[in-house]
């Protein structure tokens, strides 16, 4: 079977803007820009959103041929094919609008948010930086909307997001008195990987991510859904 007649299937978590389920169809920047690079060889994907061991799980038993929205480290240069950048992704601080609040990258995060309460997604790893913060700086919530609500809602100082994230989320929550702190931010390139023995499908996709870049698709995508494109 031709890989135009056969079907691609990925994996990734949910994780909007850039992969999420509304009214039972997948949306998101990061799933139309990998449709679009495959559509460019008239080839289909299907996706599944699943929990990220879900989804490591189903790349281990090959139930899928690859997974997207992943950071590329040696342990998983081990078992996967990685692409070019898919984006590069942004996590920066946000405050609400008034504070006087301003964090340079030439110096220690923890000595900057003296007296400052940090709010973070719990379970989540920003960078060494921030995950190794005392405790007492830093309050835990469970979900995104929870650390916009925090913020706004006075109980805490200072958030950390993904900048597509917090915006999309400001955007759908109405959410208008915060802003972003300026002078720092952590940036990780994120990539769609395959199975080792779909070189093949990660060449396709290069040559078809190159082509809608060109094209002004990839621009078009990132502006559907409010957000810059970052590469």
């Not at 997207?68 to 601080?93: C, H, N, Y």
């Amino acid at each position: 079977m031709s890989l135009q007649q056969r079907t691609i299937k990925l994996v990734a978590d949910p994780y909007p803007p850039y992969q999420f389920k509304e009214n039972h169809l997948i949306k998101g920047i990061d799933y139309e820009i990998i449709r679009s690079s495959f559509w460019e060889h008239k080839i289909e994907i299907k996706v599944d959103l699943l929990p990220w061991d879900m989804c490591m799980d189903s790349l281990k038993k090959k139930e899928a041929d690859g997974i997207f929205q992943i950071v590329r480290t040696p342990e998983r240069e081990g078992m996967l094919l990685f692409s070019d950048a898919l984006r590069t992704a942004k996590t920066i601080f946000f405050k609400r609008i008034g504070t006087d609040v301003e964090i340079g990258s030439d110096m220690g995060i923890e000595s900057q948010l003296e007296d400052t309460l940090l709010g973070v997604l719990s379970g989540y790893s920003y960078s060494p930086d921030i995950d190794d913060l005392e405790k007492s700086i830093k309050r835990e919530y469970q979900s995104q909307e929870g650390l916009l609500q925090a913020l706004t809602g006075n109980e805490v100082d200072l958030i950390v997001m993904d900048s597509g994230v917090a915006y999309h989320l400001m955007n759908t929550m109405n959410v208008k008195n915060i802003e972003r702190v300026p002078g720092y931010e952590i940036t990780r390139e994120l990539h769609l990987a395959f199975l080792k023995d779909k070189e093949e499908l990660k060449d396709l996709f290069n040559i078809g991510l190159r082509s809608i870049r060109e094209k002004g698709i990839y621009e078009e995508i990132f502006r559907k859904y409010g957000v810059f494109a970052t590469n």
